[in-house]
Every structure is written in C-alpha cells, then in structure tokens.
C-alpha cells in the first residue's frame, strides 16, 4: 500500500452519527460538505438517501483526490470544487444545482493532513514546516516561525489558540532560529515551557501548532463569511450543521447564528421597526453537542469537537 492509500485509510469522521441525526429529516436534495477531507462524513450522508447528490468542496487538492477515491461508488451523485469554503455562495451559483437542503461545516484540521509527515501539519512526524492546506498558497509555517516580530507570535498564540505560554514560547522560537522541521519546533516548544505542562497528557507543543496552522491558512477569517453564506442559500427547511474545535472557532459561529435565530432588529430602539427583522433559524440545539465518551476513546482528535446545528424557517409573510 502506498503512504498516500495508508493516510488515506485512517481518515476517520468525527460525530458521524451526530451529523447523520442532523440531516436525516432534510430527505432528498443537495447536501454541500463545505470541508470535504477524506469524504467520511460525505459518504455518510450520501448513503442517508439514495436519492441525495452532495457538493464536496475543500481547498486541499489531495483532500479531493482522497474523496474522489472514497465517493467513487456513488458516482455521478458527487460534484468535487478545490476551492476556499469561504466562496461558498458564489460556487454553489455556478454548479446550477439549485438550493441545498444541507451544509456542513468540519473545521479545523483533517486527518490525512495530520498523518502526512510531509504537509507539516503535526507535532508528531518530523517534516518540513509547511502547514498550507492549499499548495499553491504563498504564507507558509517556516515564514511564520522564522521571520514574524516576537509580539506578532505571542499574539497569534494567544488569539489562535490560547496558549498561556504564549510570551514564553514566542522568545524561544526566536531563540531558535532558523527552524526548518516540525520536530525542531516542537522540541523548542517543549523546552519553552515549564517542567509540569510538559507532564500532561497533551503534547505541549498542540497549541503551538494549532496557532500557527490557522495563521498560514487564515482559517478564522474564512468562518462568518462561510457561515452568513450557507445561511443565505440553505433552502426553507434546510439545515446546517458545524463542528468545531476551540472556543475563537466556536464563538463566531454561535454568535452568526443566534442572531439569526433571534431575528435582531437594526431600527433604532425609540422608532417602531420597519426592518422586518424576524428570524431565520431555529436552533437544533441551544447549547453545544460534544462526542460520546466512547467516541473519545475510540478517535482522540475528536475530544475537542463542538457541534452546533439549525434550520433554515420559511420567510415570514407579509
């Protein structure tokens, strides 16, 4: 088996029950997975109804061509897009496919990205620091590491992935340069920090990455775009589901959508309102869903996951 067959091969979706319970009473129709990875979660909304086509879209080509192969057996009922989620709108328009019924966010990380040494993604496998999930993408993780001012890193840490050693691990990252593998910066973010986060259960060098990863594909900025555009073309009675995994990911999404659930009037507060605000979802659920203890057990990159999930309300009548 090659390494590219063997990665893909432990490509495991996260909540996978979860997100099938959410879209079970959509029924037929287009089901866009915004963040297609592997094709785990694709392949089990596809396999939810028969009748169902699903708009696959990831920035990551080899995310595509891992999905390509997984979602052969469904055919012509999957369109492939290698593009940036964010954009969402503008290709669900140009595939002329209609409203979807559907979308699902996964953000963050996938695992075959995790398990390629050579992407840079992971603490755990010596590598290049790379980290982009687009190739072609000129912000890379050794530009990052190697030539950001020290509170320009401390801030990134601090903001990406509240690293509470944020200080610490900015001045020894500078110390070290130049870092060139992601094991010499895992090993500089060890040293950083003190003698008892090194004895968690985590590596300590998580965060770090984490933070990083997310500067080199400016993934937070992507989110409310993505999101305000899933909510504008999901079909009445159509539903959107998102998972993900730290609290900066998590707060925009909640906030995007309980003001849509609200329906927040824009008038000013002593004038009657002729926005005609009212809202346009209804929440799923009003708290987060987390994976099951066993689930945790069986797949430990699922632990932090957060799962939100709404549906689209037919447009009040005037």
Sequence with gaps: MSAAAATRSFHVPVM??????????????????????????????????????LLG?????EA????????APFGSRVIFCCERFDRLGEIIAACDAGSPVGVLFDFGVSSHQLDSAERGFSHRHDG?????????????AATVVNSYEPERLRALLSRNA?????????????????????????????????????????HPAMRTFAAIRIEVNDEI?????????????LSPGGRIATLTYH????????????????????CPSTLPCICGAAPSIRLLRRKVSRPSAAEVERNPRAASALLRAAERLAPASR
């Design 128 to 140: 290049p620091l790379d980290m982009r999930m687009d190739p072609q993408s000129s912000l890379d």
């Design 64 to 71: 595509i061509a891992a999905a390509r192969e997984r979602l």
């Design 221 to 233: 900025n992507l989110i409310e775009p993505a999101i305000r555009a899933a909510l504008g073309c």
């Design 16 to 53: 996978v029950s979860e997100i099938a319970e959410v879209f079970a009473a959509v029924g037929s129709g287009l089901v866009v997975d915004a963040t297609l990875g592997g094709g785990g979660h694709a392949a089990a909304l596809l396999d939810q109804d028969p009748d169902r086509t």
């Design 162 to 202: 509240q690293e509470r050693f944020a200080n610490r691990i900015a001045a020894a990252i500078v110390e070290a340069r130049p870092l060139h593998t992601t094991r010499h910066l895992a090993d500089t973010v060890r040293a950083a920090v003190p003698a008892a986060a090194r004895r968690g259960r985590r």
């Design 57 to 61: 879209i990831d920035r990551d080509p």
């Design 247 to 266: 609290s900066g990911e998590d707060s925009i999404v909640k906030v995007i959508m309980r003001e849509a659930a609200d329906g927040v009037c824009e």
